[in-house]
């Protein structure tokens, strides 16, 4: 029930119902903080968790999220080319700063501002895709194909 979560779960599940994803979100007992943590919280495979990683566009402030499969080492590389310069590391604060979340419950959505967001497609793959939902507790399950309608992220070869 949302009245039990916590203040940054139920913002979260606020945003997904604005949104019109009738999504639940699930606060566990168990830790789900890290993608193999969640895997093994929610019962599913590593590749089903939509991890959300914020990245900083080097040289300047921009945050950029993207949402991966957590069996995949997002391509730093590959991702300066989309967004046409170098990345750089988002530490803690930055990532708090710009998401209103803490490391290990970024959700896809519901951010303080809007970020660019990058889609990992191996995640279009899966029916069911585990994501984080604004604490190292909270999880929803989605279809892997809605994360384009829900985030407005492009879907991109990443890892
Ligand atoms: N709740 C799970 C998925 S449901 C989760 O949030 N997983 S995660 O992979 O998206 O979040 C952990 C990520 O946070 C790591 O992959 C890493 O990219 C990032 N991270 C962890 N520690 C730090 C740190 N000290 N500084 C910057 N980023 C970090």
Not at 1 to 27: D, H, K, N, T
Not at 129 to 140: I, K, L, Q, S
């Amino acid at each position: 029930m949302a009245e039990g979560l916590s203040p940054s779960a139920r913002r979260v599940a606020a945003r997904l119902r604005e949104l019109g994803f009738a999504a639940e979100v699930r606060e566990l007992p168990e830790t789900t903080r890290t993608a193999a943590e969640a895997a093994r919280a929610v019962g599913c495979a590593v590749g089903q968790i939509a991890k959300s990683l914020v990245f900083r566009a080097g040289g300047s402030d921009r945050p950029i999220l993207v949402i991966a499969s957590g069996a995949n080492r997002v391509d730093e590389g590959r991702l300066g080319a989309l967004t046409g310069g170098p990345i750089g590391k988002a530490d803690a604060a930055f990532v708090r700063e710009q998401t209103g979340f803490a490391i290990g419950g970024v959700p896809p959505v519901g951010h303080r501002t809007p970020l660019d967001t990058f889609i990992d497609a191996d995640l279009l793959g899966y029916d069911e895709v585990w994501a984080a939902a604004g604490t190292p507790f909270a999880v929803f399950r989605l279809a892997g194909r809605d994360l384009p309608a829900l985030t407005g992220g492009r879907v991109v070869r990443i890892t």
